[in-house]
Protein backbone atom coordinates (compact mmCIF):
# COMPACT_ATOMS: atom_id res chain seq x y z
CA UNK A 1 0.00 0.00 0.00
CA UNK A 2 1.15 3.49 -0.53
CA UNK A 3 1.29 5.19 3.13
CA UNK A 4 0.99 8.43 3.66
CA UNK A 5 3.92 11.23 3.72
CA UNK A 6 4.19 13.68 6.41
CA UNK A 7 2.76 16.51 4.75
CA UNK A 8 -0.80 14.27 3.82
CA UNK A 9 -0.98 13.29 7.72
CA UNK A 10 -0.62 16.81 8.77
CA UNK A 11 -3.68 17.26 6.37
CA UNK A 12 -5.98 14.14 6.97
CA UNK A 13 -6.02 13.75 10.85
CA UNK A 14 -7.28 17.16 11.33
CA UNK A 15 -9.68 16.75 8.59
CA UNK A 16 -10.83 13.42 10.11
CA UNK A 17 -10.69 14.92 13.54
CA UNK A 18 -12.62 17.87 12.57
CA UNK A 19 -15.23 14.93 11.03
CA UNK A 20 -15.88 13.34 14.14
CA UNK A 21 -16.07 16.75 16.12
CA UNK A 22 -18.10 18.93 14.05
CA UNK A 23 -20.99 16.85 13.84
CA UNK A 24 -21.33 16.22 17.50
CA UNK A 25 -21.13 20.18 17.94
CA UNK A 26 -23.52 20.87 15.70
CA UNK A 27 -26.05 18.05 17.33
CA UNK A 28 -25.77 19.40 20.71
CA UNK A 29 -27.09 22.79 19.71
CA UNK A 30 -30.03 21.39 17.94
CA UNK A 31 -30.71 19.15 20.48
CA UNK A 32 -30.75 21.61 23.34
CA UNK A 33 -32.68 24.39 21.61
CA UNK A 34 -34.88 22.50 19.31
CA UNK A 35 -35.27 18.57 20.23
CA UNK A 36 -33.57 18.01 17.05
CA UNK A 37 -30.63 15.86 15.66
CA UNK A 38 -28.60 17.80 12.58
CA UNK A 39 -30.00 14.87 10.71
CA UNK A 40 -33.63 15.93 11.78
CA UNK A 41 -32.97 19.45 10.45
CA UNK A 42 -31.55 18.60 7.45
CA UNK A 43 -34.51 16.41 6.62
CA UNK A 44 -36.56 19.23 7.85
CA UNK A 45 -34.65 21.35 5.70
CA UNK A 46 -35.21 19.45 2.48
CA UNK A 47 -38.67 19.51 2.39
CA UNK A 48 -39.53 22.95 3.55
CA UNK A 49 -37.26 23.98 0.36
CA UNK A 50 -39.17 21.43 -1.63
CA UNK A 51 -41.89 22.31 -4.11
CA UNK A 52 -45.36 21.51 -1.89
CA UNK A 53 -42.73 20.52 0.72
CA UNK A 54 -43.13 17.10 0.17
CA UNK A 55 -40.25 14.86 -1.16
CA UNK A 56 -41.02 11.45 -1.94
CA UNK A 57 -39.03 9.21 0.71
CA UNK A 58 -36.75 7.34 -1.66
CA UNK A 59 -35.68 10.62 -3.08
CA UNK A 60 -35.46 12.24 0.32
CA UNK A 61 -32.80 9.46 1.32
CA UNK A 62 -30.67 9.98 -1.42
CA UNK A 63 -30.82 13.81 -0.89
CA UNK A 64 -29.79 13.13 2.66
CA UNK A 65 -26.90 10.46 1.97
CA UNK A 66 -29.67 8.05 4.60
CA UNK A 67 -30.73 4.45 3.98
CA UNK A 68 -34.25 3.55 3.85
CA UNK A 69 -34.15 2.48 7.13
CA UNK A 70 -32.38 4.69 9.18
CA UNK A 71 -34.94 7.48 7.30
CA UNK A 72 -37.62 5.24 7.93
CA UNK A 73 -36.80 5.64 11.78
CA UNK A 74 -36.54 9.33 11.45
CA UNK A 75 -39.55 10.38 9.62
CA UNK A 76 -41.46 8.01 12.59
CA UNK A 77 -39.82 9.78 15.21
CA UNK A 78 -40.89 13.24 13.45
CA UNK A 79 -44.15 12.06 12.50
CA UNK A 80 -44.84 11.25 16.61
CA UNK A 81 -43.99 14.78 17.12
CA UNK A 82 -46.44 16.12 14.25
CA UNK A 83 -43.74 17.43 11.97
CA UNK A 84 -44.25 15.21 9.63
CA UNK A 85 -46.73 12.79 7.50
CA UNK A 86 -46.17 9.85 5.06
CA UNK A 87 -48.55 10.06 2.30
CA UNK A 88 -48.84 7.90 -0.88
CA UNK A 89 -47.03 8.96 -3.73
CA UNK A 90 -49.48 10.27 -6.49
CA UNK A 91 -47.50 8.83 -9.80
CA UNK A 92 -46.32 5.30 -7.85
CA UNK A 93 -48.71 3.66 -5.46
CA UNK A 94 -46.27 1.84 -3.81
CA UNK A 95 -44.22 5.04 -3.00
CA UNK A 96 -44.37 7.14 -0.36
CA UNK A 97 -44.34 10.80 0.26
CA UNK A 98 -42.89 12.78 2.99
CA UNK A 99 -44.85 16.22 3.70
CA UNK A 100 -43.64 18.68 6.50
CA UNK A 101 -46.43 19.81 8.35
CA UNK A 102 -46.69 23.54 9.44
CA UNK A 103 -46.27 22.87 12.59
CA UNK A 104 -42.70 21.04 11.15
CA UNK A 105 -41.95 24.43 9.37
CA UNK A 106 -42.11 26.12 11.97
CA UNK A 107 -39.96 24.49 14.21
CA UNK A 108 -37.26 24.01 11.54
CA UNK A 109 -37.61 27.64 10.90
CA UNK A 110 -37.42 28.62 14.58
CA UNK A 111 -34.52 26.56 14.84
CA UNK A 112 -32.48 27.92 12.13
CA UNK A 113 -31.02 31.16 13.45
CA UNK A 114 -29.58 28.97 16.36
CA UNK A 115 -28.36 26.63 13.83
CA UNK A 116 -26.97 29.08 11.55
CA UNK A 117 -25.07 31.34 14.69
CA UNK A 118 -23.43 27.71 15.91
CA UNK A 119 -22.23 27.05 12.17
CA UNK A 120 -20.63 30.78 12.35
CA UNK A 121 -19.21 30.07 15.88
CA UNK A 122 -17.64 26.70 14.98
CA UNK A 123 -16.85 27.03 11.61
CA UNK A 124 -17.16 29.64 9.35
CA UNK A 125 -15.91 32.71 11.72
CA UNK A 126 -12.71 30.86 12.05
CA UNK A 127 -11.98 31.43 8.06
CA UNK A 128 -10.69 34.31 6.40
CA UNK A 129 -12.71 35.02 3.22
CA UNK A 130 -9.64 33.45 1.49
CA UNK A 131 -9.66 30.35 3.43
CA UNK A 132 -13.47 30.21 2.89
CA UNK A 133 -13.53 30.34 -1.26
CA UNK A 134 -10.69 27.79 -0.52
CA UNK A 135 -12.97 25.17 1.47
CA UNK A 136 -15.37 26.11 -0.96
CA UNK A 137 -13.31 24.82 -3.96
CA UNK A 138 -11.75 21.96 -1.41
CA UNK A 139 -14.73 20.14 -0.69
CA UNK A 140 -16.71 20.46 -3.82
CA UNK A 141 -13.42 18.63 -5.26
CA UNK A 142 -13.94 15.80 -2.83
CA UNK A 143 -17.74 15.76 -2.95
CA UNK A 144 -17.28 15.50 -6.67
CA UNK A 145 -15.44 12.25 -5.90
CA UNK A 146 -17.20 10.75 -3.38
CA UNK A 147 -21.20 12.08 -5.04
CA UNK A 148 -20.04 12.55 -8.58
CA UNK A 149 -24.15 12.17 -9.36
CA UNK A 150 -24.85 15.23 -6.99
CA UNK A 151 -27.45 12.52 -5.48
CA UNK A 152 -27.22 14.13 -2.09
CA UNK A 153 -28.86 17.75 -1.62
CA UNK A 154 -25.33 19.12 -0.13
CA UNK A 155 -23.73 18.01 -3.33
CA UNK A 156 -25.44 19.78 -5.63
CA UNK A 157 -24.53 23.13 -6.93
CA UNK A 158 -26.45 26.42 -5.22
CA UNK A 159 -26.44 29.66 -6.40
CA UNK A 160 -24.64 32.41 -4.68
CA UNK A 161 -27.61 34.39 -4.16
CA UNK A 162 -29.63 31.26 -2.86
CA UNK A 163 -30.20 31.45 1.09
CA UNK A 164 -30.60 27.53 2.20
CA UNK A 165 -32.58 26.74 5.17
Do not use: C
Not at 18 to 44: G, I, N, V
Not at 59 to 65: G, I, K, P, V, Y
Not at 128 to 137: G, N
Request: net charge negative.
Amino acid sequence: PRFFSNDELATWIPFAALLELLPKELDSQLLRDSDLTHFDYFSLAMLTNAPDHRVQMKELASMTNATMPRLSHVVSRLEKRGLVVREPHAADGRGVDVVITPEGRRVVLQATPGHVQAVREADLDALSDEQASQLRSITTAVLRRLDPDGRMAASRPRPRNEDPA
